[in-house]
């Protein structure tokens, strides 16, 4: 069968319908043509954008530019004979290959075992009989049925619908579910969101059932058209990607340069031609630091695995030293910042006000007056209230089971020892806050379905406002009734007050009127509850008939509650100088008050709701946009034109979206971060992060490690760097005093080898400085060697240089002759030279200096420069080593000269950095006396 192609579904009726697509509205297709269907059409799932086979993205972890420098010093070591070295440098190229080939493929497999099929399975009936498969097997002309829960499995014109509604905010960015209906509509260019007979590949039933004929599969569905359009977007390098480039060439045009002239200045006083090419090309080696390649792919790696545990999943490696830069991360409410957990948490029962204690779906807690436990049983409008509560309602309350029958327990929080039920809602999240009160007072679902059975449903009605059922009980019939309190209160008679029935008069109407108000100020979501026992053989057959003269019981005030980790999070966030901006399709008045619990909502913040953002040009929004913390009421459009204007304010914007409308501003922002639990697949593949957790306190937890790992990328730049301007300056000086050569060849290679390997990737896997969410986000735009790291690199590699040179002269100078006397204090120099870069590698840890650190802080790098010592003592006191190497034991009053000269560049520097920082800070307090706030260190 060819592909069917119709731009007007919703036009046709059922018989037009089954005809265009060669099915059976009734049984459906037969298997034989489904099978046949399925090798014609493909298979109904979301094509990914074609991503590189494992061998050619192993080959491109070998393509880096500074991949590329170190095979060309490979081949200049092997050239020089030092097969040791080429052999190191090829292990070092290799091992940076295969670590980044393994991370990168590690985080696309975390993704895809996060990403599931909109529905991975549907009920589809073939050949009259109703069948479960995989949804991606689903075809055109295939019958699908839907019930409350389901995703929907393909684009479907439906046939049927009983009280069917659906939620497309994913799609269309409406909020409130769809009522859908069977019928044929017109016209022909009907907007998405009003082909109320057509269900959306992706989108979720929420009410009622219904019957559908499959009419798109695949990427032909309206989710597949959007994700086609975000595959076709380019990404952009990262910050980190291009200031590596930078640094790649800033090293090679210096290496080049210095080696030329250390070359010529020793010719020109007299060394020999060879021996100044061969220390020259081994100062060329040196002065690139072959293990930067793999010490960022480490860190990155290594943050990664931090992050993963942390709930955060990074698609794209290098974007994690994006989040360093966040200065604004603009995050949804619900599910997010909060539980996704609607919980009623205050009732009103005839002027009085219970308080309920508990939090999400546990159906524990207590009622409380006035502090004082309330009996449910022995209360009659409590009572009455939560059973008419549970009695009016469609939902499911489930704990889950293990596959072998017991309960699933799951930690609190993956530090705590507690454990609690894993409770879950079937169904809408209000309906469920309320099956978890009535739990609370004792009343479970099946129990009270019982005691009443159900006779029959009004359904809840957007111009009634209100939702009532009729059952049965002891020979009698009970209607009860929920709904909003203004609409309710205009159809009771009666009100149940201190556990009587007495008239509703216009004063007690005022009385509930008044605190539904307070209870809507504060954040709650109010829902009024009536019943009234019907009349023997009263007729009810309409909402008209049944909801009158009924008896007012009271009301329930409900919230979907904050993360208990979320409000630490803010704080931290605006400790570190990052905005956190509120943006919901939620009221502005429930909003506003989970911005001030979350400490999101300063007292001088402003709101802008979604009308007021529409009304509102470029400009306009542009002028206001830094004193916006909240955003209500707001579509998936609106969340574009928000980042766009934080951007053209300078902001580096983190966005979180879960929707396909959302997928634009989570493209469009520098940082995307995708949910995990209610993201489509199309918005994960827009994002650079993924949520496993779809929890705010994630975003700020990976924020941290990206700005940690950024931090230990520049330390070990700032430990390289250093250790090879010494290397450099000891040879370049020395040749411009005309003196012999400090290090020959070898021990250049050797000292380069020793001191650049296994401390500089200890550096890069350090743990953060105490302060670091403690200062503002840097630029995007910022140089690696910013905030003075490239002063620190001239000035500490200058004083290593100096060092390293004295000690070379003073061991010389004592001796006569050069010979073996040449030959030891070279050894002091290499001695001096190593030792002084060991020590520098401590101080690299602070961005103040070496006594800010706790010096067995990090292990790893304490076990790192013991390895390393050894490796230097190897060459100087192994016999069959010391050939090679051209060196000689030393002796006590050598190594004491070794130690003086290798800890000035750092303790020296270090004193002085400290007593800088106590005359800065003297300085600063007498200029702020008085002010209570202590500014954060520069780092």
Excluded at 49 to 63: A, E, R, T, V
Excluded at 122 to 149: F, M, N, Q, T, Y
Excluded at 199 to 214: D, E, L, P
Excluded at 840 to 858: A, L, P
Aim: aromatic share 6%; net charge neutral; hydrophobic share 45%.
């Amino acid at each position: 069968m060819t592909v069917v192609e119709s731009k007007a579904w919703h036009q046709l009726n059922e018989n037009e319908l089954a005809q265009r697509l060669g099915t059976d509205a009734k049984k459906g297709l037969t298997p034989g043509e489904a099978a046949s269907r399925l090798q014609s059409h493909g298979l109904n799932e979301l094509a990914e954008k074609q991503g590189d086979s494992p061998w050619k993205l192993l080959i491109n972890q070998f393509k880096d530019f500074m991949v590329l420098v170190l095979a060309g010093a490979t081949v200049v070591s092997g050239l020089l004979g030092e097969m040791l070295d080429a052999l190191t440098i090829i292990a070092i190229i290799v091992l940076n290959g295969l670590l980044g080939f393994y991370q990168e493929y590690r985080a696309e497999r975390s993704l895809k075992a996060l990403k599931e099929l909109s529905a991975p399975h549907a009920k589809v009936i073939r050949g009259g009989s109703l069948e479960v498969v995989p949804a991606r097997e689903l075809v055109p002309g295939d019958l699908v049925v839907l019930e409350s829960g389901d995703r929907v499995p393909a684009d479907l014109r439906l046939i049927e619908s009983n009280q069917c509604m659906i939620e497309e905010a994913a799609l269309t960015g409406e909020s409130v579910p769809v009522t859908k209906v069977s019928g044929a509509l017109s016209p022909s260019e009907l907007p998405l969101g009003d082909r109320k007979n057509c269900g959306y590949f992706g989108t979720m039933v929420t009410k009622g059932t219904a019957k559908g004929i499959v009419t798109v599969t695949g990427m032909g569905t309206e989710m597949g058209k959007i994700a086609d359009l975000i595959q076709q977007t380019e990404e952009a390098e990262t910050p980190l990607q291009k200031r590596l480039e930078q640094l790649g060439k800033i090293l090679i045009v210096l290496a080049l340069a210095l080696t030329v002239v250390v070359v010529i200045a020793g010719v020109l006083h007299g060394q020999p031609l060879y021996g100044m090419f061969l220390a020259g090309v081994s100062l060329a080696v040196a002065a690139i630091p072959e293990g930067l390649p793999a010490i960022v792919t480490i860190a990155l790696a290594l943050g990664v695995q931090r992050m993963i545990k942390r709930r955060a999943i990074v698609r794209k490696l290098p974007s994690v030293e994006t989040l360093g830069c966040a200065s604004v991360i603009c995050s949804d409410k619900t599910g997010t910042l909060t539980q996704n957990k609607m919980t009623v948490t205050r009732l009103w029962l005839g002027g009085r006000i219970v308080e309920v204690s508990g939090e999400g779906y546990e159906p524990t807690g207590q009622f409380l007056e006035k502090g004082r436990p309330v009996e449910s049983k022995g209360d009659a409008s409590l009572k009455r209230l939560t059973q008419v509560a549970a009695l009016c309602n469609n939902a499911e309350l489930k704990e889950e089971l293990r596959e072998d029958g017991s309960r699933k327990r799951k930690a609190a929080k993956e530090e705590d020892a507690a454990v609690v039920s894993n409770w879950d809602v079937k169904g809408d999240p209000t309906e469920g806050a309320l099956l978890v009160l009535a739990a609370k007072s004792g009343l479970s679902r099946s129990s009270i379905d019982a005691l009443y059975p159900r006779v029959a449903e009004f359904p809840f009605d957007a111009e009634r406002k209100r939702m009532s059922v009729v059952v049965s009980h002891q020979g009698g019939k009970l209607l009860c009734t929920k709904g909003a309190p203004d609409m309710l209160i205009e159809k009771c008679s009666y009100v149940l007050w201190d556990g009587n029935v007495v008239p509703f008069t216009g004063t007690l109407r005022g009385k509930v009127l008044q605190a539904n108000e307070a209870m809507a100020q504060d954040a709650l979501r109010v829902l009024g509850f009536a019943y009234r026992d019907l009349k023997p053989n009263e007729a009810c057959s309409t909402e008209d008939q049944a909801e009158k003269g009924l008896i007012f019981i009271g009301l329930a005030g409900m919230i979907d509650p904050p993360r208990r980790e979320v409000f630490d999070a803010v704080v931290k966030t605006r400790q570190a100088g990052i905005k956190t901006v509120m943006i919901t399709g939620d009221h502005r008045t429930t909003a506003e008050a989970i911005a001030r619990q979350l400490s999101i909502l300063p007292k001088d913040g402003k709101s802008l709701s979604g009308s007021e953002l529409s009304t509102m040009d470029d400009d306009q929004l542009d002028k206001v946009v830094d004193d916006v913390f909240v955003y209500a009421r707001v579509s998936p459009e609106h969340k574009l034109r928000i980042v766009q204007a934080l951007q053209r304010k300078g902001h580096v914007v983190a966005m979180t979206g879960d929707g396909v409308n959302d997928a634009p501003a989570v493209k469009a922002a520098d940082i995307g971060i995708a949910m995990g639990i209610t993201g489509t697949d199309v918005t994960k593949e827009a994002s650079a992060f993924v949520l496993a957790d779809d929890n705010f306190a994630s975003i700020v937890s990976a924020v941290e490690e990206g700005r940690g790992i950024y931090e230990n990328i520049r330390k070990f730049i700032r430990y390289l760097l250093a250790s090879n301007v010494g290397e450099i300056l000891t040879m370049f000086i020395a040749m411009m005093l005309a003196m012999p050569l400090p290090l020959v060849p070898i021990q250049i290679l050797w000292v380069n080898l020793v001191t650049d390997g296994l401390p500089a990737m200890a550096l890069g896997v350090d743990q953060a400085e105490n302060d670091l969410m403690r200062h503002k986000p840097r630029s995007a735009k910022e140089s690696i060697f910013s905030r003075r790291l490239g002063w620190k690199i001239i000035s500490r590699g200058i004083m290593i240089g100096l060092c390293t040179l004295a000690a070379f002269a003073i061991a010389l100078g004592g001796l006569k002759g050069e010979g073996q006397n040449l030959v030891h204090a070279q050894t002091v120099a290499f001695a001096t030279l190593v030792m002084a870069q060991l020590i520098h590698v401590f101080d690299c840890r602070s961005s103040r200096s070496i006594f800010h650190r706790r010096f067995f802080e990090n292990k790893f790098l304490v076990l790192a420069v013991l390895s390393s010592l050894l490796l230097m003592l190897a060459v100087l006191y192994v016999e069959p080593l010391q050939p090679i190497f051209k060196t000689v034991p030393l002796t006590l009053r050598d190594w004491a000269l070794v130690f003086v000269a290798a800890g000035i560049p750092t303790f020296a520097m270090g004193i002085g950095s400290v007593w800088s920082s106590s005359r800065r800070r003297r300085r600063t307090n007498r200029i702020s006396y008085g002010n209570a706030m202590t500014r954060p260190v520069a780092r």
